[in-house]
């Protein structure tokens, strides 16, 4: 079994033809050399930046291989774990280069997993990551999945629609949101910012939903190597939006401790 997608152009379930997706009304969308479909509706130019880069897939795909998150990783899994059944379906919203959900797709095959990303780039490497994720770039504020289709969801650090995630899930479906806390990353910006800030942090139960389970990580990491140290830096928002001046503090520094801080929550659709 694999997991369905809807027509962005009409709503109706788009079926596996051959080398492409098709729904009964015959809009038809071809599946990638690489595995995904491109559900994306919006390009108004081809030439925009759509989500994530390569640079920063890269970066983040490497850092996280090193195992630098894998407390948030195992996490993720165990929560997902305490609601898993056989063919349930599971989609991750924002996805990336899925080493989260291949995580819990590794731990328990027997789910049905879909994945979101408006980046090409990302899902080129989710689909070398793990097969098993049906993988489609699109919009989270516009998903193209059938209305209480989702058993449970996942949105790690990514941005999201609340309705539009109420409207996917079932009832008594899951929604798993993991989210930086006020102190993520503060010895990497100490190094970069005079002035370091902490995150702004909403723990606050969105309506239609009631919390099933809360936890947080905060540990201190140290990251070895300069390369590691750019890859950190690189993966985050905070290298489109820092001078040059600023990121060059980072250059010949060989081991950085940070903070890493993060808050998962359990949601269920009430």
């Not at 081809?46 to 948030?72: C, E, P, Q, T």
Request: one cysteine or more; aromatic letters at 10%; glycine letters at 8%.
């Amino acid at each position: 079994m694999s997991f369905d997608f809807s027509c962005p152009v009409c709503g109706c379930r788009l079926e596996k033809d051959g080398g492409s997706l098709r729904c009964a009304n015959g809009h038809c969308f071809d599946i990638a050399k690489q595995g995904y479909v491109n559900l994306l509706q919006s390009q108004k130019s081809s030439s925009k930046r759509h989500g994530d880069d390569k640079l920063m897939v890269r970066s983040r795909s490497d850092f996280l291989d090193k195992g630098y998150y894998n407390a948030l990783a195992d996490n993720i899994t165990g929560m997902v774990g305490e609601t898993a059944s056989p063919y349930m379906h599971l989609l991750d919203l924002g996805c990336g280069e899925c080493f989260y959900t291949s995580r819990v797709a590794n731990a328990f095959p027997g789910i049905i997993y879909g994945g979101i990303d408006i980046s090409k780039q990302a899902l080129i490497s989710g689909t070398k990551r793990n097969k098993n994720i049906s993988l489609a770039v699109a919009s989270v504020f516009k998903l193209p999945i059938a209305d209480e289709y989702c058993d449970f969801t996942m949105t790690v650090f990514a941005p999201h629609s609340v309705s539009e995630i109420y409207r996917i899930l079932n009832n008594g479906g899951y929604w798993l949101r993991a989210y930086p806390l006020e102190r993520h990353l503060m010895g990497l910006k100490s190094v970069i910012y005079e002035k370091p800030y902490l995150n702004e942090v909403d723990r606050s139960c969105p309506e239609g939903f009631e919390t099933e389970e809360h936890s947080e990580i905060k540990e201190k990491i140290m990251v070895n190597g300069n390369e590691d140290i750019m890859n950190l830096f690189r993966m985050t928002p905070y290298y489109y939006k820092t001078g040059k001046a600023d990121q060059d503090k980072l250059n010949g520094i060989n081991s950085l401790e940070t903070e890493i801080e993060f808050g998962i929550d359990l949601l269920k659709k009430v």
